[in-house]
């Protein structure tokens, strides 16, 4: 046995059976980050406080991604969103902009992809916002906070 | 100036105007990583070669998700992709599956968010289908290695 | 307090959490119009009694984006819609055409925006059918009608 | 002859034959309006001026509103978009936000219902942020205002 | 009576109103084929062993295409789908592929249309796939084997 | 060499690089039928004269389905898609319903998959239309009837 639940026995790609869990609530939340040149990072902070609002448009379209998860993961379950939250905040360390998204659901299965996947497109839409200055940015740091609910239980990430 | 072209003078996000500029062969390659535990990678190595094809499933995944960057971000043009090419290789030293996606079209506009899209989507793919052995795997080091074509010219990332 | 309650504390938008609230029964009505020319709602009626049926079309196109509501409105809850009905009438006085949308499901949030979507998606299509003989028809009229279900009850429009 | 172009000789829908037609620019302006009582309106700027940002999220809907027209209505062509500006202001007389949308391509067909479909996704998104205080707020006044480009040439709505 | 469910008593499509229905468990099983040449036959199956996973391909394409069943035919309910599985066969006999999916839910309403549209999917895949080395492959049996649960109770296909 | 363009030499899948194609006019034609008892076929018939319009419903199915292809085909290229037509007519001889769908483009790549994605769609949707009175209809006879234009010229195919 491998433990790869998205195979069958024979190896093929399925998706799994979730008909007989209960629903329940469940909570997801995950954190990535972009890093970006300090010059970067200051044209986003005051477009944000005036102009040209990057964190806006990240923070929207991160929610927006959260509901497109089951088109983009091949063997995700369609799941009735019921909440999705998503986090940006400059970080003058990375430097960068650092992302988290928490997404809630009351169902069958959990929503770890729906939280990773809106922290993904959230760092991809500032990524599109800011290439004409800096194209050399890097998007890492992407990873599971912590999942609530479900069979499985509880789990938090390890500090990294 | 801010130099965040997405926006126009006021600040309001926009979709900039392409209109005038000619169609023209334009390549974007992007990488990206999933790290994971030395256990991990054996499994998805051994599931590739005989059952359960975490690779196979992901690579379809960053083709089909380039196709989806427009609907994902929000500035970002619809574009005529012409290809998409998505690499997968299992690095011993991260350890973990190492992703890098070529895109290409002839059109107005680049297709780095395409590329990028790609390599993300393949990447939560792999996390989805390993995430019952794994959960705290990490997705990084997604950035731009080369752009080429339009009126901008050449671009290759630096060294890392 | 703004009352404004797509946005948390600190203004930024979210998709708000209806995780704890129960599934009921709730049916959203929305109305609005196509006004046009007298010739132009001629070709259309006589159309749809014989060849070229603009109203069945336009029906179906409604139908069909009331299902797309959670694609379109950024912080809209993905909903399992159970029922569509479209119903569009020739208005002589107007001159031009009624539309009403009928939308249930038992859920967690209302669907007044699912019903609203269906409205003017039948409405954007009438318009793109019938523009070849008329530029300047105006879509307009589009309000809630009614909603029932859910704890704040039920709501019915003022007479305009 | 009905002058209907989206039927062919027997009345059956079917998506025009654009295949003989040159590529050339075509920009389309539409506009259309949310009314609201006074008091909304003034909770929206509020918002948008500090938090909450009413406007900003309905551009970004206008906007990806216009990338989904040709799934939305049934026999639009799927297009090439190569610009979308949405515009969103206050009008006291209305009162209310007054929203105008204009799309550009280079292609073989024109971009009216792009840019109708801009408006009417922004003036949803509008009615849908602001339900919460005023559930009687009515979306009018969607029209289009001027269209260039194409062989049947340049159109420019009569004054209304 | 016509029997149609999908009109209303004038006539109108509409989508059916499930609300009042009861969740229940329900699984649907389809199948289809693809018949093509022994020779088109033997190099998809050497493909599979080896290199070219057109099966693999075909199996996530029809996964994928059941989550997209609401989105293609217009009177039909999303639904929370709970499983897929698609197999792929060879049979010489035919000669060809033969494809079976089997979808469940826990819904208001069938599956039978995602067990169709997944067969459908992964036939048409097949058929992108190998058209390089056979245009005049034919796709056919596309039927419902048999469906379980529901008010309308279980149905099994008669033999052929 | 297996011929099976969609993998490249090491066997992965890719979508096929066509930016170095010209762009020329390419038509598709293909074909199917849903074969049903005479009842079914004679409730169809009436409906479509009168109340219940199943073949202009399937009609628009199959033409939007044409938009969706590269959604629901993985490796298949997005296509500015510039004609699609799709006629059902009675064959009191299967008995059943025939389908036909005819698409251009001016670009790339050939239309074939999405002349075969608009007959399957119509056909599925048939059959969604008609099930309530008959469940063991069957799809079948779908194939490619023509192509025209593109480097690998035009092909028709064989009397079946």
Redesign the interface.
Known sequence: M???????A???????????KADS?RVAVAT?WVKMSTETLA??E??TA?????I??A???G??????T??????????????????LEADDALPGLRVTATV?????TGV??EA??AV??A???V???????Q??????????LS?TGGKSGD?K??AP
Chains 1, 2, 3, 4, 5, 6 share one sequence.
């Open positions: 491998t433990g790869l639940t998205h195979f069958d024979e190896g093929a790609a399925h998706m799994v059976d979730v008909s007989a609530k990535g044209i986003i005051s477009g005036a102009k040209g609002d990057v806006g448009v923070r929207l379209a929610i927006m991604g959260a509901k497109r089951s088109d983009l993961i091949p063997l995700c379950h369609p799941l009735p969103i019921a909440k999705v939250a998503v986090e809630a659901t009351t169902g069958k770890e992809m990773l996947t993904s497109t760092c991809l839409t990524y599109d916002m800011a290439k004409a200055v194209k050399d940015m890097e998007i890492g740091g992407l990873r599971l999942k789990w990430a390890p």
